[in-house]
């Protein structure tokens, strides 16, 4: 009877929903926590999509060991990506900033205030996607941030969404602070139905690509195959031609 009672709570909608939002606070507390030397962030980040990709996607249960797992392999480059793009878009507000009330007592021309605001565009267009990637592939941070462009490119406009969506999260993390105790492990959740259908189809691109360079690659050996072949046969054909003569001479 205790057995059928556990079985029955453990199976119903209430219990099944408390482990999620559970889960949710220990990998957003994760986050968190591993986030406070701001340094840090990128790996967090990277750690943050890691664990709940695992959890939810591959249906594994380890929360803790995955996030420490992923945050230290990608701690390294997570804080060199981190403290570039946080020093570029220091550089980029700073010169917003100065776009719009001026540097002491010189004032800029007013269409520079549009043209300052173009800097923003390679964080726009490639930062989407860089922690996932961190997070799913092993990589250069060159190509990481390459692919990272290529994808949004594959994407557009579609990777507009992912940053409603972390837009969101923050000001509602922001505006009312408990929240922020769900809202990083929800919001990746979200994210990841944009990020891993754009993985999936550049892994489908990138091997449809392979299998029809294998095909040519095929095709051009038998060709120069079929080439040596023909070069061969006119030689048959002047021996025999030449032993034809001496038959006839003798």
């Given at each position: 009877?205790?057995?059928?009672s556990?079985?029955?709570?453990?199976?119903?909608?209430l219990?099944r929903?408390s482990k999620?939002?559970g889960?949710?606070?220990?990998?957003?507390?994760l986050?968190?926590?591993?986030?406070?030397?701001?340094?840090t962030?990128?790996?967090?980040?990277?750690?943050?999509?890691?664990?709940?990709?695992?959890k939810?996607?591959?249906?594994?249960?380890?929360i803790?060991?995955?996030f420490?797992r992923?945050?230290?392999?990608?701690l390294?480059?997570?804080?060199?990506?981190?403290?570039?793009?946080?020093?570029?878009?220091?550089?980029?507000?700073?010169?917003i900033?100065?776009?719009?009330?001026?540097?002491?007592?010189?004032?800029?021309?007013?269409?520079?205030?549009?043209?300052?605001?173009l800097?923003?565009?390679?964080?726009?267009?490639?930062l989407?996607?860089?922690?996932?990637?961190?997070?799913?592939?092993?990589?250069t941070?060159?190509g990481?941030?390459?692919?990272?462009?290529?994808?949004?490119?594959?994407?557009?406009?579609?990777?507009?969404?992912?940053?409603?969506?972390?837009?969101?999260?923050?000001?509602?993390s922001?505006?009312?602070?408990?929240?922020?105790?769900?809202i990083p492990?929800?919001?990746t959740?979200?994210?990841?139905?944009i990020?891993?259908k754009?993985?999936?189809?550049?892994?489908?691109?990138?091997?449809?690509?392979?299998?029809?360079?294998?095909?040519k690659?095929a095709?051009?050996?038998?060709?120069?195959?079929?080439?040596?072949?023909?070069e061969?046969?006119?030689d048959?054909?002047?021996?025999?031609?030449?032993n034809?003569?001496?038959?006839?001479?003798?």
């Open positions: 009877m205790a057995k059928k556990f079985d029955h709570i453990t199976n119903s909608w219990y929903a999620v939002v889960d949710a606070v220990i990998i957003s507390a986050f968190l926590l591993f986030c406070l030397p701001v340094v962030i990128g790996a967090s980040v990277s750690a943050l999509y890691y664990t709940v990709y695992r939810y996607y591959k249906k594994y249960d380890n803790s060991k995955d420490i992923a945050f230290k392999e990608n390294k480059n997570g804080i060199i990506v981190h403290l570039v793009y946080l020093i570029y878009s220091a550089i980029v507000g700073f010169n900033y100065v776009a719009f009330n001026g540097w002491g007592n010189i004032r800029l021309p007013d269409w520079y205030i549009l043209l300052s605001f800097p923003l565009l390679p964080i726009i267009f490639t989407p996607f860089v922690y996932a990637l961190m997070a799913r592939f092993k990589n941070i060159r990481t941030v390459k692919n990272s462009f290529t994808l949004c490119m594959m994407n557009f406009p579609k990777f507009i969404l992912i940053w409603i969506i972390v837009i969101l999260a923050i000001a509602i922001v505006g009312f602070p408990p929240s922020a105790l769900v492990a929800i919001a959740y979200l994210c990841q139905f990020t891993e754009a993985f999936s189809r550049a892994m489908d691109v990138e091997s449809a690509r392979e299998n029809n360079d294998e095909a690659t095709s051009s050996e038998e060709n120069d195959s079929a080439e040596n072949s023909d061969d046969d006119p048959e054909e002047i021996s025999d031609e030449e034809d003569m001496e038959n006839t001479d003798d």
